[in-house]
């Protein structure tokens, strides 16, 4: 073993329980850490511990892809989501058109338009892509 290698190994020892990640627990501490490193580096590039906490989500992104997969939905359960979210009712979003057409697209007896979606995704501020 060089040099090289003896003194990564030294610090690879302090290090490596951050990025251990194997189960719902260590995910937690991971986040909780995370979280620290946000509120001392925020978004300043030249922090000391900047790479640490871009290492750090990176990791964390690996664990969630493998272990929490997102769903799949449609356009209307995000409808309902964001209807929810906002604490809004069918009658809120004129736009779409009716109540009734509102509750139709809800109910799944209607599919969202291409104009709905976009009024949709500026209104919630999100890519269209989020109804499709």
Request: hydrophobic share 40%; net charge negative; proline share 5%.
């Amino acid at each position: 073993m060089n040099v090289l290698t003896q003194e990564i190994q030294t610090h690879w020892m302090v290090i490596r329980p951050l990025f251990a990640i194997h189960n719902e627990h260590d995910y937690d501490v991971a986040i909780e850490r995370l979280n620290e490193l946000l509120d001392e580096v925020g978004t300043n590039e030249r922090h000391p511990l900047y790479e640490l906490l871009d290492a750090l989500g990176a990791v964390i992104y690996a664990y969630e892809e493998r272990h929490e997969p997102i769903p799949e939905c449609t356009g209307r359960d995000m409808l309902q989501f964001f209807l929810d979210e906002h604490e809004l009712v069918a009658s809120a979003l004129p736009e779409l058109g009716s109540e009734e057409t509102v509750k139709e697209i809800i109910h799944g007896k209607r599919e969202l338009t291409v104009p709905q979606i976009r009024v949709l995704a500026e209104r919630f501020h999100v890519s269209p892509a989020v109804f499709i």
